[in-house]
């Protein structure tokens, strides 16, 4: 696992941000989705898979209108997910809905796991990751 800065974490896997400041996911040429999730958000999946849970409504702003056209995407596509996870130390202010670009945050690229977006109500998703 590297730590990188999000476009650096995101190039990893082939894929460019449209916009630095704001988006945090983006399709690679191979036609698979690289994700940023909270590390916060995780949680032990089923057959020792790795969830991540949100909801879209929790953020607003160009990133989320994104977010939420790329999630819908890979759920109806089933198309693989890879994954960055996005570390801070000011969950309360994530989890507020105040603009994270402005925490202090680190990224960690988990290239050693694939995974789906396993539900998707238009609202709330689950991203499941497993073993490569």
């Known amino acids: ?28 040429p191979d036609g698979s989705l690289v994700v940023s999730l909270w ?10 898979t790795l969830e991540f849970a949100d909801r879209l409504s929790r953020w607003s702003g160009p990133g989320n209108a994104e977010f939420r056209r ?14 960055v996870i996005a570390r801070t130390e000011e969950v309360g202010h994530v989890e507020g809905g105040h603009d994270a670009s402005k925490v202090k945050k680190e990224f960690v690229v988990r290239d050693d796991v694939i ?6 109500d238009g609202e709330n998703y689950v991203y499941r990751f497993e073993k490569c």
């Open 1 to 28: 696992m590297a730590r990188l800065g999000l476009k650096d974490a995101f190039a990893r896997y082939g894929a460019t941000l449209v916009n630095v400041q704001w988006s945090v996911s983006a399709w690679v």
């Open 70 to 83: 790329n999630v819908e995407r890979a759920h109806r596509e089933q198309t693989d997910v890879r994954l």
């Open 39 to 48: 590390a916060h958000h995780s949680r032990p999946g089923p057959n020792r």
């Open 115 to 120: 995974g789906k977006v396993v539900d998707f």
